[in-house]
């Protein structure tokens, strides 16, 4: 049984939509699930849902980070916030991963201030499932580490290989780097040391990728900058909402196009599921010693139960482990070429 | 009158569409073109259309830089390719502005190069047009400069203002810089240094702008590192061809989304038009001295005759006098405040 700490009052409609989330997953995993955050709220909440009876508990943190706040004095300042307090439970081996919608920085910050990093790994680096022409790709990092160094960008492919084998079941992930033009000699020099690195390696390296590539599911693993990472995410998470936005403005002006519209409708809503960001449910820190998965702030009940189960496949399925062996098998792989 | 050196040789498609799209040009605009390139197919090309009477000529050049050759080193190698007679004709006065849909790289470099850059640049920057739900936003730069000083961004804001009121018709450009998060801390020290210069300048600037603001039409001039700004407009390409993608193997699942598409279908190729770059035309590569339109090297000849029309009203607008009175103002501006 894997026992997941769930941040109670993180994400824009926390606890409720925490709570339905929780529970919903308590309905179909077998596992521990502990909310954590201010304890009459969400037990309150808690009567609304049907729980399966012991598999949800809740401890008490009576602060709160709001999503607005700096990150690293908040989770200072904060100390009994319930980010930071699901942490200790992880640190303490309360409890085996956690799960957070709230302020993405501050998650960051409490992970990699209290947990410490992985053997061998020099940054965390966030990773998210994107939703491709061919299938799930996985891109790290998306705003972890927004000034890397050329290793950095490394180790994130070897962590992302090893996700995409361990959890998207690839068999041998192909890696592509995120530039601004195929040729190795492109980009700035962050790139071309990068692109050197990967070449180098024993990954399945297919060199860079443009941002025309980004959706077409040319690799598994798109290694990028963090702070490119960050507004591509973004931007992707406007993309569905702005086309709809466009064709209403379009449909409005026509009979025809609104009946059209209204047969198309269930096709259009299979797509907006299909490529929504809720579906993978959280995007994983890797690196950090611990299981965190991080959800978006505006996750749905729904979002929260697809985090809490990709949490649990984690732990099942060892990423940390393997990601450890990977990282110590590259670096005597380099140490026995000098 | 003025005078258009057009690229013969430059794009995936050239000689045929270029010429094809300066067949066109010369239709509907009252002015003179030069394309410049192999005399004897460019010729050849040209017996294929109407063309009124005199508004087109031929300017021999006997080498191309391909799309795939390195930049600086081609056009060093290739005096007499295409690209650089247009900048020489440009830089003798022979002509008023130039128009390619060659290698891009290679277009900065021979502009940048032969033509230097207006009096106070520092550095030149490739801006478009990019439509969104609120009008047409113009990002600066997608490309030209991939490792960005502070500075740089700041004078790109200026030029992109400028460029805003003279051709979009923008009273009062709303300036914001793509960055990971909306408040003045966030980013890296190029951002934050970035935001101070803009927020203390007299630009209409309203902070920061995330992913998510792209296609949003939040602002009308998108500032941008060239490294972001070209994974994003390469991404932005790539958009409706996604979505199309993903409807069509919907579609043909059921009967019912094939006869309601079918209805749609003149909506969604208006958005598909609305939204293409092919609309815009070319993309005007500011901070040089001299009017250089770089379309997209997938051009139609539509592309091509509009980005004639856009070479044409930044001339006649004189859209480069005024970047040179509003960085020389800002210049005085700053010495008054030390």
Redesign the interface.
């Known amino acids: 049984m894997v026992r997941i700490a769930v941040d109670g009052m993180g994400g824009d409609y926390a606890p409720q939509m925490v709570v339905e989330g929780a529970a919903l997953a308590s309905t179909t995993l077998d596992h521990e699930i502990i909310l954590v955050g201010r304890e009459e709220q969400i037990k309150s909440e808690l009567r609304k849902h049907k729980v399966v009876g012991g598999r949800i508990s809740v401890r008490h943190a009576p602060d709160v980070v709001e999503m ?1 706040e ?1 990150p690293v004095a908040a989770i200072k300042r904060k100390k009994d916030s319930s980010i930071n307090v699901c942490i200790d439970l992880l640190k303490q081996g309360q409890a085996d991963a956690v799960v957070t919608a709230g302020n993405t920085g501050a998650a960051v910050a409490a992970a990699t201030l209290n947990l410490g990093l992985l053997a061998g790994i020099k940054r965390p680096g966030i990773a998210i499932t994107v939703p491709t ?1 061919q299938g799930i790709s996985l891109a790290i990092d998306v ?1 972890a580490n ?2 890397p160094a050329p290793e950095h960008l490394y180790q994130y492919a070897v962590m992302a290989d090893v996700y995409a084998r361990a959890i998207l079941n690839k068999r041998r992930p192909t890696v592509g780097l ?1 530039n ?1 033009g195929e ?1 190795e ?1 492109k ?3 962050l790139m071309r040391e990068a692109y050197k690195l990967l070449r180098d390696s024993e990954l399945n390296f297919i060199g860079n990728i ?7 599911g040319k690799c598994d693993c798109i290694v990028c ?1 963090g ?2 990472g ?10 569905v909402e ?2 709809t ?3 209403r403005k ?2 409005v002006l ?1 009979p ?2 609104k ?10 809503e ?2 907006r599921c299909e ?1 929504s960001y809720e579906e993978a449910g959280g995007a994983p820190l890797l690196g950090v010693n611990g299981t965190v998965l991080i959800s978006h702030g505006g996750s749905s009940a729904r979002a929260i139960a697809n985090a809490v189960a990709a949490a649990v496949s984690s732990i099942e399925r060892g990423v940390n482990a393997k990601i450890v062996k990977e990282i110590s098998g590259t670096q005597q792989h380099e140490l026995k070429k000098t």
């Open positions: 607005h700096s022409l705003g927004i000034d995120l601004i040729e000699s980009g700035t020099d443009e941002g025309r590539d980004f959706l077409s900058d702070f490119v960050n507004v591509m995410l973004k931007f992707c998470e406007s993309i702005t086309i936005k466009l064709l379009k449909i026509n025809v196009f009946v059209g519209a209204a047969l198309c409708k269930p096709a259009l299979q797509i490529t």
